[in-house]
């Protein structure tokens, strides 16, 4: 009896290699699925997005801060400013790779609540520092802390979803997230007019509001996001049984990977061996340090009127570049660095959109390759997918999205170093790397996509199995 089961599964499996949109047009078509994933949609996507938005404010909140009158306060001369920037960056990088373990262990829904109000109460004290060496240890803190969130929350979407499915939901709660949190400036400027409020200068209050909020978010966290999918029976007011079985033997049939394996810390880092891990990474690294290269005010303009995500550059740099580099005011220089964000929402889920439905991954970073050299950046949603669709296996997908957010990180480093003051006005140096950088990535999506379009072919003749898991091809 055995034997003809798995008869049956290799058989349907085989078919299914044959037409590999054949689940998404069934369940397309069946209600049920349409409504579970409506419910889905509320419950996770919109949750992350809630939470991601704090995330943001709580990370980039700095410029704001330093035209408010920290820089003055805390005696922020030289490079000072810069260095509590940096070193943010090696602790983020740090805690990726441990952050979708304990995601997968502890379970995202209690272990995303607890990091983000742990990266609250240190932006409440980054409000109440008295000088500037407390506010860098409190930095270090809040990397350590907000390297958990992203890496668990790509890998969390990513295994309640099809392949062709991802796209959109990965703009959805990135955006989103980014998008609101593009008015933390708009926001900074109503704290910030509570200066003097209970002996505290104005932009103590920008952190200490902000940290209390993110608290709150947390627990709201912790009440409605849901765990992965085999485990959703311990999210209330959720699934049935039956809805769950529904949704896990999907992305089963999909990529075979919805159930957790066994863990092996060696195993686990052993997926650092496959060299396209490193594509996925690299692509979003370029992505981050392209954003923290762009000082100068057309560039920086240019890159959020297009880009889908947030720039470290425009986060950090941008308030006090239109303060000290342009005039403004201090108000006018929070709060116009909002709309950039929402015309980049706008542009990035019109791209997710375009991409699954047509199934086109590889194709949309090399579009957003191409604006990045005209002064446009929209990779890190797309290398999500990208790497998303193209692994197997849950840890597998762990690794790839602690190693790509990780990547990220190292971005930021770049990018906070390679732009210099002493470049102004051309920012020549700068920008001939995010040129450079642009074409790399051009040309590690053109290998990746030779190699996989000649598995594909292998796999189509029945020659291989590509990663193990037979029927499975690579989305190009």
Known sequence: MDSSKEDVKTEFVDERAQQPDEIYDNDHEDPRIKRIKRK??????????????????????????????MDVDLNLIGNRY??????????????????????????????????????GLVVVGMGLSDNWQTLMGLRMLLGIFESCFFPSAIFLVSMWYLRREVAKRNAFFYLIGNSVGGFGGVLAFGLQ???????????????????????????????????????????????????????????????????????????????????KCWCFAVRTLRAKSYKMFTDGTTYLQANFGFAGL??????????????????????LSQCLTAPCYVFSFLLGFAEAVVSDKTNWRGHI????????????????????TYQQNNVVGQWKRAFTSANMVAMGGVGGIIGGSVFRGQDAPQYVPGLITCFLAAGLTILSVMATTIYMINQNRKQAKGQIVIEGVPGFRYTI
């Not at 699934?239 to 033997?249: A, P």
């Not at 990045?372 to 949603?381: F, L, Q, R």
């Open 310 to 331: 947030v720039t470290y550059s425009v986060s950090y740099f941008l308030p006090i570049i239109l303060r000290e580099s342009l005039g403004f005011s201090v108000a």
């Open 40 to 69: 889905v949609d509320l419950r996770l996507s919109l949750i992350l997005a809630v939470m991601y938005c704090v995330n943001q404010i709580d990370r980039t909140n700095l410029g704001n801060a330093s035209i408010a009158g």
């Open 82 to 119: 810069q260095i509590i920037v940096l070193v943010f960056f090696p602790f983020y990088i740090l805690g990726n790779p441990i952050a979708t373990v304990l995601a997968r262990k502890l379970g995202p829904r209690p272990f995303l609540a607890a990091i983000t109000a742990a990266f």
């Open 193 to 275: 007019q509570m200066d003097g409020i209970a002996g505290h200068e104005g932009w103590r209050w920008i952190f200490i509001w902000e940290g209390i909020i993110t608290a709150i978010i947390a627990i709201i966290g912790f009440i409605f996001l849901v765990d992965f999918p085999e485990e959703a029976h311990k999210s209330k007011f959720f699934l049935t049984d039956e809805e769950i079985k529904l949704m896990v033997d999907r992305v089963d049939r999909d990529r075979g990977d919805a159930h957790v394996t066994e863990f092996s810390i060696w195993k686990y880092l052993s997926e650092a061996k496959d060299w």
């Open 365 to 384: 970073i090399v579009f957003n390759s191409v604006l990045m050299i005209i002064g446009a950046n929209s990779n890190v949603t797309a290398s999500m």
